[in-house]
């Protein structure tokens, strides 16, 4: 299987005035195709600096990420946000749906943005939402839709465009257990049909649905474990 994310000697390092903090201490792992992965460590441990280096929001002090062939430390702003447009599909545990547009037009969003033409957007939008079990939802606002429904659209929204990645951080941290059942069971659906998720979650419960658990202390991958893939449900 071929590889998606590549990290070697991964550092960053952040400097506020004279004061120094090495949030990443030297990563090195990988993440092939098709895999369910969940980074999991306490508050502080920096998953949140990892996502943001995965996702191409941030650069590292030292080190390499190779993603989906593409080494990003040699891409200008513009290069890095196109592949954050391109190939990776974010999902936050605050959802960021704009209030004001339907279902519909908030999973269009990423697809304006890439030129698609206003035919294809509603078609694809709308078959995003049907994936993930929202089709007789598309004209509802945000508002209009319990907690684990505006996560299921920012799903939809993520995969809209195809992505290489389904990036995630703390998906289920605003969710009640109704709903975090719901999204981890979407999620299971995704890997199940070849998606590549990288999970970042605090919780063990929530690790445990992945396949393989990447434990982040202090800067440092602690372990790396295959899981049964089932934890509680
Ligand atoms: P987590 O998401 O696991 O809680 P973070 O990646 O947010 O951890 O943070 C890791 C460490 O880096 C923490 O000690 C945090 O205080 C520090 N940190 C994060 N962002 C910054 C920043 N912009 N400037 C300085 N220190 C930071
Ligand atoms: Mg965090």
């Known amino acids: 299987m071929s590889t998606i994310i590549e990290l070697a000697g991964v550092r960053k390092t952040y400097r506020s005035g004279s004061v120094e903090f090495e949030a990443l201490r030297g990563i090195d792992t990988s993440v092939r195709a098709g895999e369910y992965v969940a980074v999991i460590g306490p508050s502080g441990s920096g998953k949140s600096t990892l996502m943001n280096l995965l996702g191409c929001l941030d650069v590292p002090t030292e080190g390499c990420y190779v993603l989906a062939g593409d080494d990003t430390s040699s891409l200008d702003e513009a290069a890095l946000a196109a592949i954050r447009n391109r190939r990776i599909g974010f999902v936050f545990q605050q959802f960021h749906l704009l209030a004001s547009m339907t279902a ?39 508002g209009e839709l319990s907690g684990g429904q505006q996560q299921r659209v920012a799903v939809a929204r993520a995969l809209v465009t195809e992505p290489a990645l389904l990036l995630a951080d703390e998906p289920t941290g605003n969710l009640d257990s109704r709903s975090t059942h719901d999204v981890l069971g979407l999620f299971d659906e995704l890997h199940a049909a070849g998606r590549t998720i990288v999970l970042i979650t605090h919780e063990p419960d929530v690790a445990a649905r992945a396949e393989r658990n990447l434990v982040i202390d202090d800067g440092l991958i602690t372990e790396d474990r295959l899981t049964t893939g089932v934890g509680p449900r």
Do not use: F, M, T
């Open 104 to 142: 519909l037009r908030n999973v269009e969003l990423p697809l304006v943005y890439a030129g698609v033409s206003r035919a294809e957007r509603r078609d694809r939008a709308a078959a995003a939402l049907a994936k993930v079990g929202l089709a007789d939802r598309l004209d509802h606002r945000p």
